[in-house]
């Protein structure tokens, strides 16, 4: 096991499509107002995707107010339940992508750390892009330093899956940096559960499929669940790096002020 960090100050394009994904039937367009409640809340209303955020909504349960540290399946203890007039509406997640070089087979390994407590990122909305019928793209700061353990065998199965890409050489490889924003499911799910955790009835569901459309009660900006169920992930796409063996990272197609430091990888 090896601390590694990963320090970002830079600004980063997000792009925010305006038709939610899905089978065709599923597909529709968001409501202007789900956008402008995203711009409006995202300077003040996101947190990491680490540590404190586990800690907080799904590690711990409570009797009252007093902890249970022994947590055990089987215990009647409630889990933490979600706010949201004070708990964070968004995630900032920060995923590692190992896959070989082009032409190499289709195989990537997904890697998500996992950020300890004094990790810490900034970001704020500098600027809209462009905004057109079918996306809106955003100009964002993200300032961060992001420290996570990692481990030999996190190495490992990086290592396997470019082997499984055809790629022999640990050098060859591809690993992309993808920031993403989306709605804090923890929220989100707290209108579609009771407190004891048993999906709600879909006659009283906020959010509800009818015959494979998403039909809200109400659609308007009165239903928090609603705009945070049908809002996109905005992502900045990958940025992307050639490693080579060693402290010394060759840009492969984008240059950006992000630098990682631990023991198997340096960029």
């Known amino acids: 096991m090896a601390k590694a960090t990963i320090e970002i100050d830079d600004q980063f394009t997000f792009t925010w ?4 994904v899905g089978s065709e039937a599923q597909k529709r367009r968001i409501p202007e107002f789900v956008k402008e409640f995203f711009e409006k809340n995202i300077p003040t209303r996101y947190e990491l ?11 711990k349960y409570y009797d009252g107010d007093t ?13 933490y339940k979600a706010n949201p007039d004070v708990d964070s509406l968004f995630l900032v997640e920060v995923e590692l992508n190992f896959s070989p070089p082009k032409g190499g087979r289709a195989v990537t390994y997904y890697y998500k750390p996992k950020f300890t407590k004094d990790s810490k990122i900034d970001v704020k909305l500098i600027e809209v892009v462009e905004d057109n019928e079918e996306q809106c793209v955003y100009n964002f700061q993200l300032t961060g330093s992001l420290i996570w353990d990692y481990k030999s065998s996190d190495f490992k199965k990086q290592v396997e899956t470019l082997e499984e890409g055809g790629v022999t050489a640990w050098d060859d490889g591809i690993v992309s940096v993808t920031i993403t924003i989306r709605d804090n499911y923890e929220v989100t799910r707290f209108f579609q559960f009771d407190e004891k955790g048993y999906p709600l009835d879909k006659a009283i569901a906020p959010v509800v499929f009818i015959d494979d459309k998403i039909v809200g009660k109400p ?9 945070l169920d049908i809002m996109p992930h905005v992502s900045t ?5 050639k490693h080579s063996i060693g402290n010394t990272w060759e840009p492969h197609f984008n240059t950006k002020n992000i630098h990682m430091k631990c023991k198997y990888l340096t960029f």
């Open 17 to 20: 499509d305006k038709t939610t």
């Open 49 to 59: 995707a680490g540590d404190n955020f586990y800690d907080k909504y799904v590690r």
């Open 67 to 79: 902890r249970v540290k022994n947590w055990a399946p089987g215990v009647t203890e409630k889990k």
């Open 219 to 227: 659609e308007d900006d009165t239903n928090l669940c609603f705009m």
């Open 237 to 241: 796409g990958s940025h992307s790096y």
